[in-house]
């Protein structure tokens, strides 16, 4: 973490405004990523969607809840880590003190208190900090089992994983409980995997779409460059996560 901070303190200078996004979608690897995205949906169909619906059927919702709140705080050293290398320094001394409470009085996240006491979370991750240091978003990818990001994002991975507190609990503890969160996060997601279902014509063009509308207004702060007329602008993304 120091060496993290040290790091943030040495860049923070070079950092300036993200570029606006190219209208048009650089996908050279679509016939590839198309590939891996039925790959994905048959895993989905298979695997991850029964699981999410047994998960939920025998789940309180308050349980969930609490299970959320675990991997989100469990996941929050990522975000101070980020706010920090983009020199957010109000949000890093924030997010701090968030962790400590949550994971304390919250008892290990499974409460949210800190947010009761006006520490918002954030929302950080390494693929904006590159976007904030002049990293385009490069090409489109579809991931295996993990689904859409492009050549900027993908480095989120194992920088999210470096800065989770699950990562360090063992792999015996660690396994399983990624496992649960994939099923969580999959029963979270469930509302906007049926209304994609419903809504595209081509569930890879829309998939497409939509995350790079989400990953635009995430690294613009909710405020984006005007973009060109595209049939998926009505879209509320704010209520969605991918």
Do not use: K
């Amino acid at each position: 973490m120091g060496v993290l901070l040290l790091l943030a303190c040495l860049v923070a200078g070079c950092a300036s405004a993200p570029p606006a996004p190219d209208p048009e979608t650089y996908d050279p690897l679509e016939q590839t990523n198309r590939r891996i995205y039925v790959f994905n949906e048959t895993l989905d169909t298979y695997v991850a969607r029964p699981a999410a619906d047994a998960y939920v059927a025998v789940t309180p919702r308050f349980v969930r809840t609490g299970v959320t709140n675990f991997f989100s705080n469990a996941s929050y050293p990522g975000v101070v880590v980020n706010s920090a290398l983009q020199g957010r320094w109000d949000e890093t001394v924030e997010g701090t003190v968030r962790f400590f409470v949550n994971s304390t009085v919250g008892l290990l996240g499974l409460f949210d208190v800190a947010t009761r006491m006006g520490l918002e979370p954030r929302n950080r991750d390494f693929g904006q900090t590159l976007a904030g240091w002049g990293s385009p978003e490069g090409a489109y990818l579809v991931l295996p089992g993990l689904g859409p990001s492009n050549t900027r994002d993908v480095n989120n991975i194992p920088v999210a994983m470096a800065t989770n507190v699950v990562t360090y609990v063992g792999w015996t503890v660690a396994a399983p409980l990624y496992a649960l969160d994939l099923v969580n996060t999959r029963a979270n997601l469930d509302q906007a995997a049926r209304f994609r279902s419903e809504a595209a014509l081509d569930e890879y063009v829309f998939t497409r779409s939509a995350y790079r509308q989400f990953r635009t207004s995430h690294v613009f702060d909710g405020d984006p460059p005007e973009p060109d007329d595209d049939p998926f602008d009505d879209l509320d993304w704010d209520d969605m996560d991918f």
